[in-house]
């Protein structure tokens, strides 16, 4: 089905928002919910005069999820995250690592999403993969229709997610990107949670942290 894209690089630590609409159906999907970004999404929402019917969250460290609580007030969309990391999102503010001048308000998901499910949504299919190691229940979202994949902070364009949080662990992520990540095709498009767009054949030769002259000892 035909859909239009649009990101947002959003809140104090710059983090990516992603909307994917569907005009046909009216209806759309977002990845991630950072601070700032739900006039932003109202806003496209309201311009193709469609419904968010979800809200799928690749992990719930602090800056990816600050406006859930709002985005779902105002459009009734359902959120889906990892069991693994639920207990950021219902208890947000004892789990920020340092203190933040506003308060995030907690958001009760609606749905637990699995590995290797596949989210048949209004629109669209995405493949959930649990990609641990940024987080305990970090995962990523593979567009398979349209090759591209959105993958919160495991993976960026010449680097890789922090793993010195609590809930990180390097060799964990590196697995994750390695088996689940670098299995895709190099033409599949890399959405991560922060910084440009990139390619899993771009990633696959020149990250200097994953890819194939990188020193991972």
Known sequence: MQSHMYSLS????????????????KSAVCIDAPADSLGWVLEILKKHDCTLHH???????????????????????????????VYRLVDPMQHTIWPLPFEIEPVVPDHMLTDNQ??????????VIHTPGHTEGGVCFIDHEHHRVFVGDTLFAGSIGRTDLPGGDLHT????????????????V????????????????????????????
């Open 190 to 217: 890399v959405l991560p949670g922060h910084g440009p767009t990139t390619t899993v054949g771009e990633e696959r030769v020149s990250n200097p942290y994953v890819g194939e002259n990188a020193n991972e000892n």
């Open 118 to 127: 596949d989210l048949v949504l209004q629109g669209a299919t995405f493949h």
């Open 55 to 85: 809200l799928l969250l690749t992990h719930t460290h602090w800056d990816h999820t600050a406006d859930a609580a709002p985005i779902v007030r105002a459009t009734g969309a359902a959120v889906s995250v990892h069991p693994d990391d």
């Open 10 to 25: 959003a809140g104090p630590v710059a983090t990516n928002v992603f909307l994917v609409v569907y005009p046909e159906i």
């Open 173 to 188: 992520l590196l697995k994750s990107i390695h088996e689940r990540l670098f299995v895709l095709s190099d033409d599949y």
